[in-house]
């Protein structure tokens, strides 16, 4: 996931964005990480039919959903307490949509044992992602707690105030559950593979995978840790600076521009390459 799951179109001859942007919606995706002994993270394939950024590599993600919200929640998570009410829906999203896209739930049970995958839990992923039953009464139905205490803000995106659909979306990292396997839901995903962060760049720059440009900021982001704990420990100590890629023209042709001091370095995105 990235900026949304909607299709963001650009009039390239209109240089100003609207009178009244569009509102930001909340959106969560996770980076889902490994060391095999190198440093990888969960990618999914967008299916082809799917309007925003089809058949990209994508991270697990999507809008945030009323059940996100449910107050009953409280019950069922771990770290509830270390998080501001208005952030657990966030974090409660990232988990549910890991879960309907790959197959993967980072919960614990009262132990605090990890959770391993059950087939009857599996079943349930296709009825949650089309909002027939509900994510929370699978976890209480599972007698587990989502992990939330697992997962560290890694980074923050706004969607360009000239797209007519926006989104705010929050970028999490965790390592991924030993026992777990990912596995594509055929539905929203028709491929999910781990991948090293450079080596998933390398592929977009040889034109064989489909990345855009949010995530491959990210990539490259996480591409400077060598490991899943430093990957983590550094979205920890780094200080978030939210991402509002701003327009600016640069030897006539528009460029997508992101803050200096929100730790992707000088970007400057030609906006043809970026959408």
């Not at 609207?18 to 993270?41: C, G, H, M, W």
């Not at 039919?49 to 771990?78: M, N, T, Y």
């Not at 080596?199 to 489909?210: N, Q, S, Y």
């Not at 490259?220 to 490991?227: D, P, R, V």
Request: glycine share 6%; net charge negative; hydrophobic share 45%.
């Amino acid at each position: 996931m990235t900026l949304g799951k909607a299709r963001h179109h650009v009039r390239m001859s209109d240089p100003s964005p609207p009178l009244s942007p569009a509102p930001a919606l909340p959106a969560a995706t996770i980076l889902l990480v490994r060391d095999r002994p190198a440093l990888e993270v969960l990618m999914v394939k967008r299916h082809h039919q799917i309007d925003f950024a089809s058949g990209a590599l994508v991270f697990p993600g999507g809008k945030i959903e009323p059940g996100d919200a449910d107050p009953a929640w409280a019950e069922h998570c771990r770290g509830w307490d270390a998080h501001p009410a208005d952030e657990r829906p966030i974090r409660i999203a990232a988990l549910r949509e890991a879960f309907e896209e790959s197959g993967v739930l980072l919960a614990r049970d009262a132990d605090g044992v990890p959770w391993r995958a059950i087939e009857a839990a599996a079943a349930s992923r296709e009825r949650i992602a089309k909002g027939e039953i509900p994510f929370l009464g699978l976890v209480q139905s599972l007698d587990v707690q989502l992990d939330l205490e697992a997962m560290a803000l890694f980074a923050r995106w706004i969607t360009p105030v000239m797209m007519p659909k926006r989104f705010d979306t929050w970028f999490f990292i965790a390592t991924a559950p030993e026992d777990q396997l990912a596995v594509c839901d055929g539905y929203e995903t028709v491929d999910a593979e781990w991948i090293e962060p450079v080596a998933a760049m390398d592929l977009a720059d040889r034109g064989e995978r489909k990345i855009i440009f949010p995530t491959r900021m990210n990539l490259q982001l996480l591409a400077e840790s060598s490991s899943s704990e430093a990957a983590i420990a550094a979205a920890r100590g780094r200080r978030t600076v939210t991402v509002l890629p701003k327009i600016e023209v640069r030897d006539g042709e528009r460029h997508l521009v992101l803050p200096p001091d929100a730790g992707y370095g000088v970007i400057a995105e030609p906006l043809s390459n970026a959408m």
